[in-house]
């Protein structure tokens, strides 16, 4: 992967507040709307879900998820031409106490400040999704296949100019 | 469902210019991004996918599907208030002849103008979705399950001002 898709992937991950999650429902798709926090090092992806959910629900079934990270779409954009991620792998449910939650809570509430709400509710908790795979299309006919090495070299490049 | 979570679905559905598709592939969950075009009814969810890419060819492996159709995320909105809504049913490929082919294609591109190369690459065709059920979240907290038949009840509602 250049430098440049390399530079617009760490872009992507770190800007986008939205993601799109995957689960088994009875064997079939589901797929729903996320709020996600990327490690920094790109070696996981953090999420905060309610167990009245029905992602949840399939998670505690299946631990096999997917996740789509993709540019915000906007009208000057041909939609075609968005740069997304797709990440493939496990999730696994976090304990709500300890120093790695309040690292957590403390940087969620940083990237979404509407969210305490969340944690006075007894029904909500993170999720760590650790990457096995992954495919970027950084727009039409671009794609890359990446290993997890391949997310944290991604990790590692200087950031791109905040547009 | 209450007339105001009607008229936003609708607006939802018709504004919107690109999706989340969730297939199965290996028997775990994939998830990529795909542009779809809905019935008038919301009978049915068209997409238009290339058979290189790997949401197809889990398609032709397995049939069911989830699609996930999201607002537009922006600066000034809690991200946990975006409307989104989840449809799980079967896809179907398409011929790329006929009358329905041509009314598809002329319709894809009024909403896709940039989709031509779409139609002269051999390795692209139409796929139909038709939802056997949906959930709809409104915002935080306010969730409607609905029935194939009460999608086609939010096609009928009256449209919301365009904003």
């Known amino acids: 992967m250049d430098a440049e898709a390399q530079a617009l992937l760490q872009a992507l991950l770190r800007r986008t507040r939205i993601a799109s999650l ?22 996981a992806f953090h999420i905060r879900v309610s167990r009245l959910a029905w992602h949840t629900q ?3 079934d299946d631990a096999r998820v997917a996740l789509s990270i993709q540019e915000t779409d906007a009208p000057s954009r041909d939609p075609q031409q968005l740069a997304r991620l797709t990440l493939r792998g496990e999730a696994t449910r976090l304990t709500e106490e300890g120093a790695q939650f309040e690292r ?3 940087a969620w509430l940083a990237r979404y400040p509407d ?10 908790s993170f ?16 794609t890359f296949n990446l290993a ?8 590692k490049t200087r950031a791109a100019p905040a547009t």
Chains 1, 2 share one sequence.
């Open 22 to 43: 995957a689960t088994l429902r009875g064997g079939a798709p589901n797929v729903s709307m996320v709020l996600y926090l990327p490690e920094d090092d790109f070696t």
């Open 58 to 60: 399939d998670m505690q």
């Open 104 to 106: 957590l809570k403390a």
């Open 115 to 124: 969210a305490g709400v969340t944690f006075e509710l007894p029904d909500f």
């Open 127 to 142: 999720w760590r999704i650790a990457p096995r795979e992954a495919r970027f299309v950084a727009g039409f006919a671009r």
């Open 148 to 155: 997890p090495e391949g997310l944290v070299e991604v990790a």
